[in-house]
């Protein structure tokens, strides 16, 4: 099977993204440093150690002077304070140097974390990003966005750090359950969304093919999906403009996960999906986009399986409007005291607006969670406060 080659074009910081099936037991080829001599510290998770296990094996044949390999839990509570410790003291007491190698294996909660680590520690070592996930292979691995959780909300602390190449094998999607797989099916769909609706189109007649792995399909979505990444993180690397297009549907699934308290209650592809139709649930209020438009976003993720609906979140979700709304005033997103929210004009019609009335926002948020929520019983959040934050995060009603 022929290898495809999507390049990030950054100057100097440029880079690679190889798709294809076997590609690990390639893995020097893909690497732009010749292995003789070097340490290797590769990190990953339990489900995929036997992935990580066959890069060991392959870079050793390759002349590496050694490989070590730290194992960490799977899951979204990994990407945390505590694993960022565990991770850069396991990486000093090991001796990492700048001229060192750090591959992360496996999804974007190991890409993500790991490349955080990567980052920071001696200021910058480089890393490879191998994704095992439809979701990290076509989104998190690619653009350089590092990070953790906190209490506060996704992705709070991070920073934008370049890998020095992204090894995407289709082979280790195997490895995924129907549901993690869907997982990342939602964020395929996002880049039709934003703005190639003849993609979209193309995914309401192959996405059963996509969803039951079969290669040609897989190719042609991660291939996609990437160019269309990287063309977005080329003219705008650090989010200032374009890129936060990326974030369709994360505004209100990101608040979503925090409130669900990053476990597998809702993964991140799940809470991306019923947050997108959210977003054009609002759109549509808005008078941007029409019902149709809804109804065909929503239709098709029911048809692959995915939820449309916080009140379809098991258990049921504990939480408040108020208490959402505080956590999307909170987002990463927030400039100059207003929240971006990323809509649409239609499918293929995506745009950033920082004009959006609290009113239609909790509307939104109620009849997704089915209802007003009686109480929470979270806690994670104070009130006091949060009617001026809202004031300033949100249009006026009038």
Known sequence: METKIVTID???RSYDIYIGSGLLYRFADFVPEDMEGLNIFVITDRNVEPYARKIIDRILDDGARSAELLILPAGEQTKSYEYVEKVCNWLLDNN????SIIVAVGGGVIGDLTGFCASTIMRGVPYVQV???????VDSSVGGKTGINTPQGKNLIGSFFQPIAVIADIDTLKTL??????SGYAEVVKYGLINDSLFFDWLEKNGSDVCELEKDAITHVLEVSTK?????????????????LLNLGHTFGHAL?????????????EAVAIGIV???DLSKRLGFCTQDDLDRVERHFMDVGLPTRALSIQPKLETTIDELMLI???DKKVSRGKVKFILVNGIGEAFITDDVPEKLVRAVLKDSLGGEPKQSVRGNFKSQGVKGLWKSAFSSLS
């Open 10 to 12: 950054l100057g100097t």
């Open 228 to 244: 269309a990444k990287a063309g977005v993180v080329q003219t705008d690397e650090h989010e200032h403009g374009r890129r936060a």
């Open 96 to 99: 990492v140097g700048r001229d």
């Open 177 to 182: 359950s129907h549901r993690q797989f869907l």
């Open 257 to 269: 996960e925090t409130a669900a308290g990053y476990g597998d209650r809702l993964y991140h592809g």
């Open 328 to 330: 999307i005033g909170h």
């Open 278 to 280: 959210m977003a054009f």
């Open 131 to 137: 994704p095992t996930t439809l979701l990290s292979q």
